[in-house]
């Protein structure tokens, strides 16, 4: 991992340069689909620490709606508030937070084999398909609080494999996503419904398609699923450890639904890097592993490069660590509630990076570079892919320009700037 650099007009070592009244001349830029960039970033279970998640410009969150704690023992039984209480909810809303519901592990009196709900391939309004009924049960009681909901977690990975979910065939999860969006339309006509976070590793590391396409291949053997928009409406990935990933995956994907014809926004639920060296959850280096320095790097690089990939919206996983898994700490914040480094990037990528309506990536003499345009403003993130020191060019569009690290401490750029002119860094 490279130490990233941020520039809203100039920059070393991460640094965020804005020019005021800039014009540009180079090629057009790639339109994101949400045009004011509001509400693009977010962090899962962020109403785990409400204030921090404000704090670090988070606008948006998953919450975890397990089917096994809400209907443990069958169909009667209703405990949502066993997750999330309707004061908590409201509290985050209240905040400006939009929501966003997961669904998945499912109960095992529901299921035929732990994993894959009964029944189906029943009609969406027969009481016996328990995944419609929970899904309508569900989409019902939050609407207008909740009107986004993902269906399942990393169903791509294989059964046996650590961290599977999901045991059945593409064909048995289409008829999920179909229930889900038939019931969940018709009990709520604003819910969208978002394709299960994929992991792309588990598909591209054994060479066959992802998972998403082998969906797909099922869904137009259906009549009425290209009518239908094909049972979702957004597609969702996580994407861990390599920043660079954060173009290249999304951009497979776009290619994937272009060859289909399925115009679908593109999200990332999940991102993160686990760092090795932080004394208060030490690990071996390695494994995909970098260190804490790194992962701030990895906030910065990743959030740009997803914005110039057409990303809609883009989350961190996750705000607090809570149960280490395997030792490694996910959280963006400790248990004892201080942050790491990453917490100021991410800070960073929310400030600067929101409300731009176009960005673009390209390398410019050995230099990763993002630029991002909207208006009058214009940050450019830059970094170099060796340990060598970089020379930075850019040129000024404007009179003005900030350098911003990624740890938040900026410095005004006091020396004449002259429109036009090239400026190293």
Known sequence: MTKARVAVLLLPLLTLISFPHLTSAEPPPLNLVETQGQGRFGIVQAYESPLLAQSAGARWERINFWWNQIQPNGPQEWRTDKLLSDTQIEAELQQGMTLVGLLGNPPAWATRNGSVPLNLSLAPTDPENYWARFVRDMVKRYAGRIDYWIIWNEPDIDT????????????EYYQLLKAAYLTARAANPAARIIFGGTTYWADSIKGRKLFLERVLE?????????????????????IYSKSADMYDIPMEYRDVLNRYGAKKPIWIGEANVVPWNDPAAPMPPGGYRATMDEQASFFIQGFALALAAGVERIGAFKLVDGTLHSGEAYGLVRNDGSTRPAFSAFQIAARY??????????????????????????????????????????????????????????????????PGQNYYI
């Open 353 to 418: 990076f929101s409300g731009f309506s176009n960005a673009r990536y390209n390398v410019v003499e050995d230099m990763y570079r993002v630029t991002m345009e909207s208006g009058d403003r214009k940050v450019s993130v830059m970094w170099n892919p060796t340990p060598k020191p970089p020379a930075i060019r850019i040129k000024a569009t404007g009179t003005r320009a900030t350098r911003v690290d990624k740890y938040g401490r900026t410095t005004p750029l006091n020396v004449p700037i002259v």
């Open 218 to 238: 099922r869904a137009v053997l259906d009549p009425s699923s290209k009518a239908n928009n094909f049972y979702f409406d957004i597609v969702n990935t996580h």
């Open 160 to 171: 046996g494999s650590d961290w599977s979910t999901w045991a059945g065939s593409e064909e």
